[in-house]
C-alpha cells in the first residue's frame, strides 16, 4: 500500500511535471489515486491516447466514496461495457474475482459528471468565452447558479438566486435564468446583474 500523502498528492505532482500521461499508463495508479485530487489534474491528459482516462472520466462520479478494490471494479466494470481494450490496463482487485449474473450492456459517451449543486439540477448551458473556450453552467433546486472548470470539473464560481433555477440561456455577454419568480438577467462581461 502506498504512503498516504503519496496517493493523494502524486497526481497534482506529476501533473506540475508535466508526466501525468506516464502514470495514467500504469494500470494501479487509476485505482489507487485519490480521487478528487486526480479529477483536479486529469483534465491535462489527452483521453484520446489514454482509454482509462475515458472510462475514468465516465464512472468519476462513482469512485469518491469507496476504496480501491471497489474502484477497480467500478473501473473494470465500465470499461468491458464501454471500450474493452482499456479493461487490461486497469488494475484487477484483490479478492474473489467480480462476476456478473444478469446484465445489459448498453456503452455510453465520454462524458464527466459536474459537481457542486445540492440537489435536482434542471438547466444547463454552455457559455462561450473570449478565447473561444466553451465554460458550463448549471441551475437547478437549491437557487444557485455554477460556472465550472470544464477541464476539472470543478465549481468555479456560485451566484446565489435563492429561487431554483429552470433555465438557462446564454448570449453574448448575457446570462438569463428563468426561475420561479421570473427572469434573470446577468450581464457577464463584468459579473453584476
Known amino acids: 500500500m502506498a504512503d498516504p500523502y503519496v496517493s493523494r498528492h502524486v497526481a497534482v505532482h506529476a501533473a506540475g511535471a508535466r508526466r501525468l500521461g506516464e502514470l495514467v499508463k500504469d494500470a494501479g495508479f487509476v485505482v489507487n489515486a485519490e480521487p478528487g485530487r486526480l479529477l483536479e489534474v486529469l483534465g491535462a491528459v489527452d483521453p484520446a491516447e489514454h482509454p482509462p482516462v475515458r472510462v475514468y472520466w465516465r464512472t468519476a462520479h462513482h469512485l469518491r466514496d469507496w476504496g480501491a478494490g471497489d474502484r477497480a471494479n467500478i473501473l473494470r466494470t465500465t470499461a468491458l461495457e464501454d471500450e474493452p481494450h482499456a479493461a487490461a490496463r486497469i488494475a484487477v482487485p484483490e479478492g474473489p474475482p467480480l ?63 435563492s429561487v431554483t433555477v429552470h433555465a438557462l440561456a446564454f448570449s453574448g455577454d448575457r446570462l438569463v435564468a428563468g426561475t420561479a419568480r421570473g427572469l434573470l438577467v446577468v450581464d457577464c462581461s463584468y459579473g453584476g446583474r
Open 99 to 161: 462476476t456478473v449474473r444478469y446484465a445489459r450492456l448498453t456503452s455510453s459517451h465520454v462524458h464527466r459528471t459536474l459537481y457542486g449543486h445540492t440537489g435536482t439540477v434542471y438547466a444547463v448551458v454552455f457559455l462561450t468565452l473570449g478565447d473561444g473556450t466553451a465554460q458550463p453552467a448549471g441551475g437547478g433546486y437549491d437557487g444557485t447558479i455554477r460556472l465550472w472548470d470544464p477541464l476539472t470539473g470543478r465549481a468555479i464560481y456560485t451566484l446565489p438566486v
